[in-house]
């Protein structure tokens, strides 16, 4: 019964000193190398936070300069140009008003 136990322990320790003799692990980076990548990693979170930041702000000024234009539009004012029942929809910005013919030259 000892020959099973005292064979195992044998593979154990040979498993062990061949990890001993392999020595590191040669894919592990260096500590300082380390510590750089991490300050690196989140210095960019830092500075995609502030971006996310800007960007919020960027689009909370605009709804609010839509919602501006969307009432200036909505004013009474506005309201007969915008209704168009019954009516011709397309408007000829170079047609000359009527009455005010611009005399020609020449």
Known sequence: MTRPST?????????LIGYAVAGPDSNLKPRAVRSSACQDHTSLHGRLDVV????????????????????????PEW?????????????????????????SSS
């Not at 064979?7 to 498993?15: E, F, I, K, M, R």
């Open 52 to 75: 996310e930041k800007k960007v919020e702000e960027t689009v909370g000024k605009l709804e609010a300069e839509l919602a501006l234009l969307q009432d200036a539009i909505e004013a």
């Open 7 to 15: 064979s195992l322990v044998a593979l154990l320790l040979c498993l």
């Open 79 to 103: 309201s007969p140009l915008l209704d168009t029942t019954g009516k011709q929809t397309t408007v000829d910005i170079f047609d000359d008003p009527p009455g005010e013919r611009v005399p």
